[in-house]
């Protein structure tokens, strides 16, 4: 099971910071990572994180902008996501997965950002 928050409503150039909480799987052996479906759009895949930490993703649009970060103690994965944009409105699912977007992966409910003046 994964639960996400967070999620709100901030103005552009703002900050947000997303936490998932994982249970039910062996957190620790599991690519974990955040996508996001925008109005009217498909599943975007936004960030990834390895097992270990070490190894990260993030779509181009995000870069230098987002960071991901996991603790395996805790079982949480967290966005931190600075200087936000229009563009960024959407909802974010927390997922399993290198993708996070197959199939296969599992996603949470999701929690809603909204960036507007």
């Known amino acids: 099971q994964l639960v996400e928050s967070g999620g709100g409503l901030a103005q552009p150039g703002g900050s947000l910071r997303l936490s998932c909480a994982a249970s039910?799987?062996?957190?620790?052996?599991?690519?974990m990572g955040w996508v996001r479906q925008a109005p009217g759009k498909g599943l975007e895949r936004v960030s990834n994180i390895g097992p270990d930490g070490t190894r990260v993703y993030y779509v181009d649009s995000v870069k230098g902008r987002f960071t991901i970060s996991r603790d395996n103690a805790k079982k949480t994965v967290d966005l931190q996501m600075n200087s936000l944009k229009s563009e960024d409105t959407a909802l974010y699912y927390c997922?399993?997965?290198?993708?996070?977007?197959?199939?296969?992966?599992?996603r949470g409910q999701g929690t809603q950002v909204t960036i507007s003046s």
């Open positions: 039910g799987f062996d957190f620790g052996m599991y690519w």
């Open positions: 997922a399993t997965g290198f993708y996070g977007t197959a199939p296969s992966d599992v």
